[in-house]
């Protein structure tokens, strides 16, 4: 199986900005394994048995509910604690398991900032792909500089699915759940380390794709 490499990410507080709702608050991080890389074709192709036309490129057209299963089946295959139970739409987050998940919402901000301060952790053309470079599709991974925590292409490039509903007041089965990072198409306003954007869990883009993540041992 293509190997899943992860980064070990320590612990933090990080403050979280819902810019919409005009909302901060504050989190607390336990440390975490995050993937280096998002979740290629090459990895889907082997989880679930279909064919990677474009091996190293992020996968993409992936719903929010298929990102969770495709934890389930990274953990099944590794013969891990499934993260998640899943009854149709409904998704429980067993919090204790040892198995693949999505980050929150903190988690992947914490991890993409790498101790960072700004919107972005280096020169745009240099860490990532957006509208600015002019290409019409994901771009392989790790073809651009990673960020002082060794994670390749959490800006631009495509978006990744977080837990975490976009309105934590909306219904949890139907809700929009948040992806971050910005993609291949979007100007530097919004491939920011900040700006939180989501859909319903169902949808799927061609230019949302997820990192797996892990708590840590």
Not at 162 to 175: E, K, S, V
């Amino acid at each position: 199986m293509t190997d899943i490499e992860l980064a070990s990410i320590p612990g933090g507080t990080l403050q979280l900005v819902d810019a919409r709702r005009k909302i901060r608050r504050t989190e607390q991080l336990e440390p975490f394994e995050i993937g280096v890389y998002p979740v290629t074709e090459a990895l889907v192709a082997e989880l679930i048995g279909v064919t990677a036309e474009h091996p190293r490129r992020p996968a993409v057209e992936l719903s929010w509910l298929r990102a969770v299963r495709l934890c389930n089946a990274a953990s099944e295959w590794e013969g891990l604690d499934l993260a998640y139970g899943v009854d149709g739409e409904d998704v429980v987050w067993h919090r204790d398991s040892e198995g693949y998940r999505l980050p929150s919402e903190a988690e992947w901000e914490f991890a993409c900032r790498a101790g960072s301060t700004g919107p972005v952790y280096g020169p745009l053309g240099e860490v990532a792909w957006s509208a600015a470079d002019g290409v019409g599709s994901p771009q392989d991974v790790g073809a651009r500089h990673p960020n002082l925590f060794g994670l390749f292409d959490t800006l631009g490039n495509v978006s990744e699915w977080c837990f975490d509903l976009l309105d934590p007041d909306d219904d949890p089965a139907r809700g929009s759940r948040v992806f971050r990072g910005g993609g291949f198409a979007d100007d530097a306003w919004n491939v920011r380390a900040d700006v939180r954007r989501g859909a319903p869990p169902r949808s799927t883009h061609d230019d949302v794709g997820l990192r797996l993540a892990r708590s840590a041992e």
